[in-house]
């Protein structure tokens, strides 16, 4: 695969052109596209298109010369050796507040910064008024100023990756755009390392693989589910501890789909504690301590940790990794559970 920046115009954005391997040949446009340009998403890809922001080159002409035409269509199979134009436009300016709001920083330099995010934080903006307020967003855009990448639109400056609103742990923002498309490759072709400590009903097997793909829920359209002609998605387990019918499992992404480890560990049968959309409530037995039934029984949110998090430094290449320790909440719901044992 062969790619080369271009200069473009300042109020137009970053263009770059691609050449088609010969491994691609025959797939769809968008999805070529996305394999060739892994700092990119498939949906941004998408998108590009519907803006008319694709040109392919004109048959027969030469990537250095003028023939090229807009592509509309996300349907069409790419060839080997045909060259496509993107334009990156300039990020919209942003619409999102800066908020003074508290933040436990793991690392940070000129590049990039790594945040242990609280449960209860969402990582960016979405619907509704309340929902462009008290996000990881409004945060980072006051603790970093002007020092954010703006790759990710209006709505997700220096995010790279996210985490589920009431998921806790650790997780990478980019403050410049080299730094951006670096750690995106990264998560796009699975170099970078995700770790997670999750609490479950059941008892599985001491290691496990499980390899589902992932869509939309069909009928429940907030949830995620495994379905055919979903994205592929694989997930890998080892159970650390067991105490009274629960788990405590360390997990590892493969792929970083919509709600993964729940939907998996739903999937296989064994659902995290405390789940609202994957899980039924949990009753503990009658026989538990009540100080036990309380504490577990009324655990509120998925008991799912980002405990460790490892990849390349964009500028440095020094590799690097984290870790942090689960919160108050959790490790309280631990205590409970092997007191049990």
Known sequence: MLEEEIEADEEEGSRFRLCIPETLSGERVDKALARCAPHLSRSQIQRLLSAQAVMQQAAAAQPEESAWQPLRSDNEKVKAGQWFELTIPLPVPLQVEAENIPLSIVYEDKHLLVVNKAAGMTVHPGAGPEGWRGTLVNALLYHCRDGLSGI??????????????????????????????HLSSQFAV?????????LVKGVPEVNGRIEAPIGRHP????????????????????????????SLLACRLETGRTHQIRVHLAHRGFPLLGDPLYSRPFTPPQRWPEAARQVVGGFARQA?????????????????QFTADPPPD???????LRSLA
Request: proline letters at 2%; hydrophobic letters at 40%; one cysteine or more.
């Open 304 to 320: 799912l940790h980002a405990a460790m998090l490892g990849f390349t430094h964009p500028h440095s290449g020094q590799r690097l």
């Open 190 to 198: 699975h170099s970078s390392d995700r770790r997670y400590l999750a």
């Open 219 to 246: 009928r429940e359209r907030q949830k995620m589910a495994v379905v055919n002609g979903g994205r592929a998605a694989i997930t890998h387990f080892q159970r650390l501890e067991t105490w009274a019918g629960c």
């Open 152 to 181: 990710g639109g209006v709505a997700r400056p220096g995010i790279v990756h996210r985490l589920d609103k009431e998921t806790s742990g650790l997780l990478v923002v980019a403050k410049n755009d080299q730094a951006h498309h």
């Open 330 to 336: 959790m490790q309280q719901l631990l205590q409970m």
